[in-house]
């Protein structure tokens, strides 16, 4: 991947690329899915959208806005993947290698959340203006 922005270089923002290709092998021409597939890969492609507009954020509240929200799409992700094993249109084994995915970047979401709330919280008791 190239790095003309500095997003493309951060790993949660590779991880969510990678898990927008993951998912389309995953729904790849099973009509069987093909309800909970469209909404999986809809989910799936906001992922790195809401991780972009976080790290371009300036304040700590609007990136921990966007960073949540990514974080929901990753949990929703999960979701609709219990759903379609519950259904038996998707293996159990391929929900857990898509969830061992989605752990990792809830992780790095969850810590980049934790981040600009701390930044936030030493810039108010400083006083520094925003």
Same mark, same amino acid.
């Given at each position: ?8 270089? %951060? ?27 469209? %909404? ?12 972009? *507009? ?11 806005? *966007? ?5 929901? %799409?990753?949990?929703?992700?999960? *979701?609709? #993947?219990?759903? #379609? ?20 970047? *809830? ?19 400083? %006083?520094?203006?925003?």
């Amino acid at each position: 991947m190239s790095n003309f922005f500095p997003h493309e270089s %951060q790993k949660v923002y590779q991880l969510g690329i990678e898990w927008v290709v993951m998912v389309e092998n995953i729904i790849e021409g099973d009509t069987r899915r093909k309800g909970l597939a469209d %909404q999986l890969d809809n989910i799936a492609n906001t992922i790195p959208i809401h991780i972009v *507009a976080g790290l371009g954020k300036n304040s700590a509240g609007e990136r921990v806005k *966007a960073f949540d929200a990514a974080k929901s %799409q990753v949990l929703a992700c999960s *979701a609709v #993947m219990d759903m #379609m094993v519950a259904r038996n249109v998707m293996e159990n084994g391929d929900a857990n290698r898509g969830k061992r995915h989605l752990s990792e970047m *809830a992780r790095l979401l969850n810590g980049m959340i934790q981040s600009a709330n701390t930044h936030e919280l030493i810039r108010n008791r400083l %006083q520094v203006p925003s």
